[in-house]
C-alpha cells in the first residue's frame, strides 16, 4: 500500500512522555503497533466487554456491548485508512481505545458522576479515556500509564475537533504533555470518529431492531434507508427478512464508508504533510454535504424512537441512581472499595472525590450492580430492559 504523505508516520513519530530505554522495545513492531498491542493487552479494555452500548446489562448475548463496538469501529477504521493510504495500525488502535473512559451503564453513569462530581470538576469520558490510559493503568515497573505515543494521545483527546475548555483531567495531562489541544488531529483520528458515527449508526439500529424498540416501518419513513431497503429487495427478493435486514444494516455502511473515501479525498487532494491536516482550519475527513444531512435526519430518529425510549429512559433513572448511590457509599465510608483503594484516598478535596470517581468509572455494569447490592441490602431493580 502506498502511504499517502499526509499519513502518521510511525517513523516520525513525535515520541512517548517517557522514552522506553534501549533493549526494552519487544518484537519487530513500530511505534503505533506497539500502542495497539499496549491497548488490547489492557485491563481497561478489557473491562469494556461488560459495559453498557445502547442497552444495560443485558441478558441476551448478540447484543453489543462496548467491547464488541470497538472491534466493530476498528474493522470500519482499518478499511478507511487503508482506502486513504493512512497508517492503519494507528487508526486501529484509536478505534480500539476510544471507549475505554465511559463508566458503567453508559451516558447515564457519565452523568450522574459528572453531577456528583460538580464541584470537583465534574467528570467526561473522553478525559477520562486519557487519564486511564497515561495514568490509572499503569503495569509497567518504570512508569505510570501505558506510555503511548503523542499521536495515539493526540487523536484521542480531538478526534471530534480542537478542545477549547478542557476540563481539570485533560488539562492536568495537557500540561505534563502538551497534546497541541487548539490543533486538528491526525487524520487517522478523524477517521476513527467517523467509523465510530458510522458503526453505531447501523448496528444501534440492528440491536434496536431485536430488542423490538425499533420497527422496519418506521425506518422506512428516512429516505436513506428506504433507498437501501428497496435494493435489497430487489436484489435478494425471496432471502428470510432476518437475513434482508441483515443485508441491509452491511449496505448502509458500505454506502458511508464509500462516501466518506470519497468527500476526504477530495478535503485533502493538495496536503503534503500530516501537519497540513492539523492546520487545516476545518475536519479534513468527513461525510458529503448531501449525506451528512441525511446521516443527521438518521441519528435524530434514532433518539427519538431508540435512545429515549420510555423503557431506556426509565432504566437510565435507575442506572443513575445506582452510580449516584455509591458516590455516597464511598464519600461515607471508602473502606467499601477495598484496601488497595481506600488505602491511597487522598485526604484533601477535590483529589479525594477524583480518587472515588476513578474507581467507580473503572466498574463494568455487573460489578456496579453487585457492589450496589452489597452495600445496600438489594439488588437494583429494572436494570435490564432487553
Known sequence: ?????????PARSRGREFPIEAGLARGPRSDYQRDRDRIIHSIAFRRLRHKTQVFIAPDGDHYRVRLTHSLEVAQIGR???????????????????????HPPFGHSGEDALDAAMGEQGGFDHNAHCL????????????????????????GLAKHNGPVSSPNWALAELDTAWPLDLAEWSCLEAQVAALADDIAYDNHDIDDGLRAGFLSLDDLLTLDFVADEWRAV??????????????ELIRSQIGFMVNDVIDQTRSLTAGMALPDDVRRAG??????????????????RFMYDRLYYHPEQVATAA???????????????????????WAATLPTAEPARSRHIADFIA????????????RIYGRTPEGLQNV
Open 131 to 154: 487519564r486511564t490510559l497515561m495514568r490509572l493503568e499503569s503495569p509497567y515497573c518504570e512508569h505510570e500509564g501505558l506510555n503511548l505515543s503523542w499521536e495515539l494521545l493526540e
Open 233 to 246: 429487495e430487489r436484489r435478494y427478493p425471496h432471502a428470510p427478512r432476518d437475513r434482508q435486514l441483515r
Open 318 to 340: 435507575r442506572a443513575a441512581e445506582v452510580t449516584s448511590e455509591l458516590v455516597a457509599a464511598y464519600r461515607a465510608d471508602p473502606l467499601q472499595m477495598g484496601e488497595g
Open 362 to 373: 473503572g466498574m463494568t455494569d455487573r460489578y456496579a450492580i453487585a457492589a450496589h447490592a
Open 79 to 101: 478499511v478507511i485508512a487503508r482506502a486513504l493510504g493512512l497508517d492503519e495500525d494507528l487508526t486501529e488502535a484509536l478505534c480500539l481505545a476510544h471507549d475505554i473512559g
Open 1 to 9: 500500500m502506498t502511504r499517502a504523505p499526509f499519513a502518521s508516520d
Open 282 to 299: 476545518r475536519p479534513s475527513c468527513a461525510f458529503s454535504a448531501s449525506f451528512a444531512e441525511e446521516e443527521r435526519r438518521l441519528k
